[in-house]
């Protein structure tokens, strides 16, 4: 049988990052795998050049007007034209969509050619697109079990399997020790989020003050990464201050804490490697889909939220200081990070579609 599997996902961290990682493991399993994306989700394969992939240009309707959706409507059409003359091409024997409005055209013409296609979710609410491709779908894969909002007639088709992450990150044993500084990171999400770097340095500060040796690890949007470390350096503040951190485990490894937004695979990745964290949901983020990929971990006892609309000094400062000053609140939310932790999506996802390819 063809063992020729595409990938389709939309151009944010979100949608990419679980595609390139599993996309991964089956290259290395011998398979051969494709991507179709859009241009915002090339920039996440530039190092990865083994695998072909193809740009379509596609569009949305969402927050757009009457003459904008007539607009999109043409310009997804011919996104789907494109993937019919990929489809015949390449002549796959699977699709694997991992949503994202760019991931629809490709998905969608895998009915004209009866091709099994089978939908990952990592947040827990159903994205618009993947709830689009439900009936036509043979398989809905699950980060995390969806309680709410699923329309019951496709229930019987899901099948939870875990969060798709680097296997560095799912094999990874945390062995820290204890080190004089309290190691506090901050992940802002893809792009880095501007409020941190607004509120979190003046509350480092009172830590410090406080009598506690604090270093700082921070992600920030570049206008703010001169002026940050500027300001630890005059306070006296170890730092390490950034944009873009490839290899987010070796930093995620120095950390007692974490400040992060919410991201379905960054929450993962902190909670696979027993790492704290003080979760800051995006308030307008799609669907309310931050909060709940928080909540799910706060129903565990496994972190602590912090909503936007109370994310202040004071309410931080006062969080993250009781944080540093009892350390078995961070032993008791390792313990159960455990609890919720595995270590077999690989192996889940091959047992689901091994029917298929």
């Known amino acids: 049988m063809n063992k020729k599997i595409l990938f389709s996902a939309g151009g944010t961290g979100g949608h990419m990052l679980p595609a390139i990682n599993l996309m991964k493991h089956f290259f290395e399993k011998g398979y051969e795998v494709l991507l179709v994306t859009d241009k915002r989700g090339k920039r996440f394969i530039k190092n990865n050049l083994e695998f072909e992939s193809y740009v379509i240009k596609t569009d949305t309707f969402s927050n757009k007007n009457f003459f904008e959706k007539i607009i999109s409507f043409f310009i997804i059409l011919y996104s789907i034209l494109q993937s019919i003359k990929i489809l015949k091409k390449e002549k796959t024997s699977l699709i694997i969509s991992f949503g994202g409005y760019a991931s629809f055209p490709i998905s969608f013409a895998s009915a004209l050619f009866k091709l099994p296609l089978v939908i990952y979710e990592n947040n827990l609410i159903l994205g618009k697109t993947n ?3 439900l009936p036509i779908s043979k398989k809905i894969l699950l980060s995390k079990t ?15 399997v875990g969060p798709i992450l680097n ?6 044993v945390n062995t820290k020790s204890e080190n004089k500084n309290f190691s506090i990171l901050i992940l802002g999400g893809s792009q880095g989020a501007e409020i941190f770097g607004q ?6 500060k009172r830590i410090k003050d406080s009598g506690y040796d604090i270093e ?9 990464k001169e002026s940050l470390i500027d300001y630890y350096k005059k306070n006296n503040i170890k730092n390490y201050i950034f944009e873009f951190e490839p290899n987010i485990l070796k930093l995620i490894s120095l950390a007692d804490l974490a400040i992060t937004r919410c991201g379905a695979s960054a929450t993962a990745e902190l909670a696979h490697t027993l790492t704290p964290f003080i979760a800051v949901p995006l308030a307008n983020s799609i669907n309310n889909h931050q909060y709940l990929n928080a909540k799910f971990y706060e129903e565990s006892e496994s972190c602590w939220i912090l909503e936007e ?3 202040n000094d004071k309410n931080l400062f006062n969080l993250t200081i009781d944080i540093v000053k009892n350390k078995n609140k961070l032993i008791e939310v390792r313990n159960n990070m455990k609890k919720i932790y595995s270590n077999k999506v690989y192996l889940n996802i091959e047992n689901q579609i091994k029917e298929f390819i």
Not at 147 to 158: R, T, V
Not at 167 to 172: E, V
Not at 216 to 224: E, G, P, R
């Open 131 to 133: 709830k689009y491709l």
């Open 146 to 160: 969806i309680s709410k909002s699923f329309p019951e007639k496709f229930k019987n088709k899901i099948f939870c």
């Open 167 to 172: 296997k560095n990150i799912i094999n990874y």
């Open 199 to 204: 509120v979190i340095h003046p509350v480092i």
């Open 216 to 224: 700082i690890i921070q992600q920030c949007i570049k206008s703010q």
């Open 309 to 311: 609309n109370n994310f």
